[in-house]
C-alpha cells in the first residue's frame, strides 16, 4: 500500500507545480502555444466542474470530493492483489486531492490545458493534471470491473 501513497503524493505534487508555474508565467485568460493547433495552455479559473458545471457552488464539490474518498476507501478493501484496479484508485485519488486542495485554498481550480484540434467540434476543453489523473483512474476501474478474468468466471 505504501507505493499507492508514494505514487498519489508524486502526482499531487505535478498538479500542484504545473497549476503553481502555470499561475506565475502566463496571465489570467492569456495561452502559450505548446504545439501549434494541438494543445497549449491557457490559464483560466475554473469555479465549476467539466464545462463549468455547477459554476461557483463549491459546496457541491466539498461533499463530492469526501464522497468520492468515501467510495475509494471502500473499494480499496476489495482490491489486494488487483494492482490496475488499485493504480486506477490511486489516480482518482491523487486528482481529487489536487483540485480539492485548489477549492479550499483559492475557490476556484487552476485548468490550463487547452486541446485546440477539439475547438472545430465546439468542444472547448480546458482541464488540468489533477482531471487527466481522475479520467485515466476512471478508465482504469472501469477497464477493471469489465475486464476481469477472475470476476467474470466466478459471476
Known sequence: MFIYVIVAAVLVLIDFVIKTWVSAHIPLGESQQLIPGVIDLTHIRNTGAAFSMFEGKQWFFYVTTVLAFVVVALLWRDS??????????????????????????????????????????????????????????????????????DKAVSA
Do not use: S
Open 80 to 149: 489486494l492483489h488487483k494492482p490496475v484496479y488499485r493504480l486506477g484508485l490511486t489516480l482518482i485519488t491523487a486528482g481529487a486531492i489536487g483540485n480539492f486542495i485548489d477549492r479550499l485554498r483559492f475557490q476556484y481550480v487552476t485548468d490550463m490545458f487547452h486541446l485546440e484540434f477539439l475547438d472545430q467540434w465546439r468542444f472547448n476543453a480546458i482541464f488540468n493534471f489533477a482531471d487527466m489523473c481522475i479520467t485515466f483512474g476512471v478508465i482504469l476501474v472501469l477497464a477493471f470491473i469489465l475486464f476481469d478474468r
